[in-house]
Nanobody, 120 residues
């Protein structure tokens, strides 16, 4: 079992920045890691993920504004969010896949989430 603890959420005005962190209870270098979000009344959506080799994926809605990164030595995943918009308001979840290359679409392990609120 992998425990994930997110932090860094908060309230910010449009155009501002936040950096989310996710500390894992185990080594993250051998597994794909990702960020998801769920806005009120909407389905959960993928935001970004990063594979074992550091290759990254972003949803179109955040591409160019958000950056996913990780520090394997610290077992920590990050999401730098710049140029925030009101539509970025959501609960952001960190997720991890099982160790190795395979990763199901919904990942395997989830954090409790951290809230991000962006006002106009």
């Amino acid at each position: 079992q992998v425990q994930l603890v997110e932090s860094g959420g908060g309230s910010v005005q449009a155009g501002g920045s936040l950096r989310l962190s996710c500390v894992a209870s185990t080594y993250i270098g051998s597994r794909r890691m990702g960020w998801f979000r769920q806005a009120p009344g909407k389905e959960r959506e993928k935001v970004a993920n990063i594979d074992l080799d550091g290759n990254t994926y972003y949803s179109d809605s955040v591409k160019g504004r958000f950056t996913i990164s990780k520090d394997n030595a610290k077992n920590t995943l990050y999401l730098q969010m710049n140029s925030l918009k009101p539509e970025d308001t959501a609960v952001y979840y960190c997720a991890a896949c099982r160790s190795g290359g395979f990763c199901p679409a919904n990942f395997d392990y989830w954090g409790q989430g951290t809230e991000v609120s962006v006002s106009s």
